[in-house]
């Protein structure tokens, strides 16, 4: 199962967190935020919850961003249902794009046989 979703263009000057991912089968996934704008600066980071509702920040998912970079996270072995993200603002004027890709495991055989 792979699912791929850009999230619409949008002002990257006010702070905001995204709806959120049902990861469903998904196990391994990853966010990459795509900045552009005059020195476009803030913080980038995952959040991981299981009711859809309640959130928490996940440990290790989150990148500071200064002058327009991008930022890409990656997560191996979610063991949550819900992810999301959370974008806050500290400097500079300009445009946010946020790509998210998930990708299930393999179906693997029992023997060599296939069976």
Do not use: H
């Amino acid at each position: 199962m792979e699912i791929f979703v850009t999230t619409p263009t949008t002002s990257a000057v006010p702070d905001f967190t995204s709806g959120a991912v049902d990861l469903g089968d998904v196990i391994n996934c990853s966010f990459f935020a795509l900045l552009s704008g005059s020195d476009v600066g803030g913080t980038f980071k995952l959040q991981g919850g299981n009711d859809g509702t309640n959130f928490v920040d996940i440990s290790g998912a989150t990148s500071t961003i200064t002058s327009s970079s991008d930022a890409l996270i990656s997560i191996s072995d979610a063991g949550y249902r819900y992810v999301r993200y959370d974008w806050n603002y500290s400097s500079g004027t300009g445009n946010i794009t946020v790509t998210f890709c998930g990708k299930g495991r393999l179906p693997t055989t029992r023997n060599k046989t296939g069976k």
